[in-house]
């Protein structure tokens, strides 16, 4: 079972000498940096490159320096950016402007497992991996409440690298509520696995329970309404959460109760490991992160050709008529 930190286990005063630059202030550059300041922390510095973001960090009052600047400068560098400009970022800019002894902190383990980044021996490797949106890392923080997150070390060149995790952890609210023990390793692949399996599997299920009842001859609306419309799957699912599988089914009526866990079983049985097995292969064997590569490199058209290809599903006819406000990329066109 892995360790749990809390914020007896971290010292904030490790950081009153130490310079922390923030490298990023989006999703999860914006919120931490203001847990920080808010945990009193003092000596902050952005690294931002001149856009949007820069100009938000600008108007909040934070000093802000171009990315290399704010590198050298810190003992502790937060890298807050997308995983997907990580190579060139760290090749171009961040690596030639690195000195002995930093700690550099990683959001998500993935360019570190996958091998995208080449650091220097002598600088330390950490991990602060929130498990949920920035909005939440702050808000929770605001509310006295502290956010989820897993904590790594996958190299103390500096022999403080555990030192400094944990009290910028205990800074951002991480402590407060308990920060798990991990290792890039299995932060990156967990992750990936539960995006592209479970998530997945939501997606897809979701499409397929709809296209069922519609080729039968089942009313679009009623069939949006009992899947998603009416919210009452996604209670479910919260239940799950937070009560367990099996003992939400005795929230339900018998028949609803054996006609989930009966259903559910021969599923299962049908086959639904193979091809979850298959995902994960891929993400070990470094197959995904080579075609999501490529991706990148080419500007997304597969990506874009998937969304196009799926909304023309009936479902989102549905979606269209009863989902308002708009949600990252929904609606899309590219
Ligand atoms: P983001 O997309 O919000 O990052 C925006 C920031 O990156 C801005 O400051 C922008 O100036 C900078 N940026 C973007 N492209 C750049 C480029 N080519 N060169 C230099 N700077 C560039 O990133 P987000 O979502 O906050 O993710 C940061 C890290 O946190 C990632 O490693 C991610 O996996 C991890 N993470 C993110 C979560 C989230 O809530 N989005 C949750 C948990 C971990």
């Known amino acids: 079972m892995s360790r749990t930190f809390r914020d007896e286990d971290a010292d904030l005063s490790v950081l009153d000498d130490l310079e922390i630059a ?10 931490q940096t ?6 009193g922390v003092r000596r902050i510095v952005i690294g931002n490159r001149d856009d949007d973001y820069r100009a938000r960090a600008v108007t909040d009052g934070q000093e ?7 590198v050298e ?3 502790i560098v937060s890298v807050l950016i997308p995983d997907e400009v990580h190579p060139e970022v760290f090749r171009d800019t961040i690596v030639p402007r690195l000195r002995a002894g930093q700690t550099l902190l990683f959001g998500h383990g993935y360019s570190i497992y996958f091998g995208l980044v080449d650091l220097p021996d002598d600088v330390d490797v950490a991990l602060v991996a929130p498990r949920m949106v920035g909005d939440l890392v702050r808000s929770r923080f605001v509310e006295g409440l502290g956010c989820s997150v897993l904590v790594g070390v996958e190299r103390d060149a500096s022999g ?17 509520g308990g920060a798990q023990q991990t290792t890039f390793e299995e932060e990156t692949v967990i992750d990936l696995f539960a995006e592209q399996a479970f998530g997945a599997l939501l997606i897809s299920s979701m499409l397929a329970c709809y296209q069922v009842l519609a080729d039968a001859g089942y009313d679009p609306d009623l069939i949006y309404s009992e899947l998603a419309g009416s919210g009452e799957m996604a ?26 866990i ?19 292969d891929e993400i070990r064997d470094g197959s995904f992160a080579r075609e999501w590569a490529s991706e990148g490199a080419a500007g997304y058209p597969g990506m874009h050709r998937l969304h196009r290809e799926i909304r023309r599903s009936g479902w989102f ?3 269209d008529r009863y989902v308002t406000g708009s949600g990252g990329d929904s609606g899309h066109e590219a």
Do not use: C
């Open 22 to 31: 923030i490298i990023g202030y989006g999703n999860q550059g914006r919120p």
């Open 34 to 39: 203001l847990n920080l300041v808010d945990s």
């Open 64 to 70: 802000v320096l171009d990315i290399g600047d704010a």
């Open 73 to 75: 400068r810190a003992d």
């Open 160 to 176: 403080a690298a555990w030192q400094r995790l944990l009290a910028y952890t205990r800074a951002i609210g991480g402590t407060r």
């Open 235 to 260: 209670q479910v699912v919260g239940l799950m959460s937070r009560i367990g599988v099996t003992r939400q089914l005795w929230h339900h009526s018998m028949v609803s109760n054996y006609g989930q």
């Open 262 to 280: 009966s259903r559910a079983v021969r599923l299962e049985r049908q086959g639904v490991y193979e091809p979850l097995k298959a995902t994960l």
């Open 317 to 319: 006819e549905m979606e």
